[in-house]
């Protein structure tokens, strides 16, 4: 579907199928009489039309019930416009980067290409306020929510493995800050985004971003790996990562290969709203309408022959 236009409940489609093969069974084997043909005795029936007391069944009847049941499905499925004041309900959608600075990443030699691509996500949000995280042995949020992307950048920049004092890698506190900040920004739906080679993965960040996504908001990954690890040093945990974007309904991708978290933040307001439950704000569904007019064949089957 288009930016502006969308099916809201695209699986209501699936009865128009199931309406044409009915269509096409009562095309094939009603009688033109139903089942009177059936049920009176064939001398008796002849007598009948030949005295002309017999009309001929119409079948006009199931093709307007199939109309019907036709305008009725698609008005279902939501077809819907995005309203025009969507834009006045950014404030509701946010989006939280969470760099990883812990020494695994902050000393490879692709810390650059991270902030880079942190970057690129916040830019990708578009019209919603980002927040940035920094996060190693500990979680700080480096700059609240904001639609400000140069000074977004600049803090972005200066980022380096000397930012976070705090040795090691708890992903799960970065987790528990962005949940936090959300809830504070009265934010209805957000992304949060992970940029991290996946150490310190544990059943705490599991925890968090199965809570963050019963909240409405979604967990994404981006795999940060450098070839150039010393052989002693932690493998990069993309499975892990994988596993953890799964349980926050999000997308996972790597530095290489940032296509689906790209896609997931560049989402219009309007369909991360209609993903979060709030269609009603973005949307003008006009499924009634059609619904509505299913009226129109069901009075026709009501009509008197003169």
Request: charged content about 20%.
């Amino acid at each position: 579907m288009t930016e502006a236009f969308t099916l809201l409940r695209p699986w209501w489609l699936l009865a128009l199928p199931v309406l044409g093969l009915l269509a096409w069974r009562a095309a094939h084997r009603a009688a033109p009489l139903g089942d009177w043909a059936r049920v009176v005795e064939p001398h008796l029936m002849a007598a009948l039309q030949a005295r002309g007391a017999v009309r001929p069944g119409r079948r006009g009847g199931q093709r307007l019930l199939v109309l019907a049941g036709a305008l009725l499905a698609l008005g279902l499925a939501g077809p819907a416009l995005e309203r025009r004041d969507t834009a006045g309900f950014r404030n509701l959608d946010a989006a939280i980067v969470a760099l990883d600075l812990s020494r695994s990443v902050a000393e490879g030699g692709r810390l650059g290409e991270a902030r880079v691509l942190a970057q690129g996500l916040a830019e990708a949000a578009g019209t919603k306020a980002v927040a940035l995280i920094a996060y190693g042995g500990d979680a700080y949020l480096a700059a609240p929510p904001t639609t400000d992307q140069d000074t977004l950048g600049t803090i972005l920049f200066a980022l380096d493995g000397t930012t976070v004092p705090d040795r090691g890698s708890h992903p799960a506190r970065a987790l528990a800050l962005a949940r936090r900040t959300l809830a504070e920004s009265a934010v209805v739906t957000g992304d949060v985004v992970l940029l991290t080679d996946g150490g310190g993965l544990d059943e705490a960040a599991s925890r968090e971003a199965a809570a963050l996504a019963a909240e409405g908001h979604r967990v994404h990954t981006v795999l940060v790996t450098d070839p150039a690890l010393p052989p002693d040093a932690p493998r990069p945990d993309g499975a892990g990562l994988a596993r953890l974007a799964a349980l926050g309904n999000g997308a996972a991708g790597s530095l290489d290969a940032p296509g689906p978290v790209v896609a997931a933040m560049s989402e219009s307001v309007a369909r991360h709203l209609a993903e979060g439950g709030y269609a009603v704000l973005a949307w003008q569904d006009l499924g009634r309408f059609l619904a509505g007019l299913a009226l129109v064949p069901v009075l026709l089957l009501f009509r008197r022959s003169a």
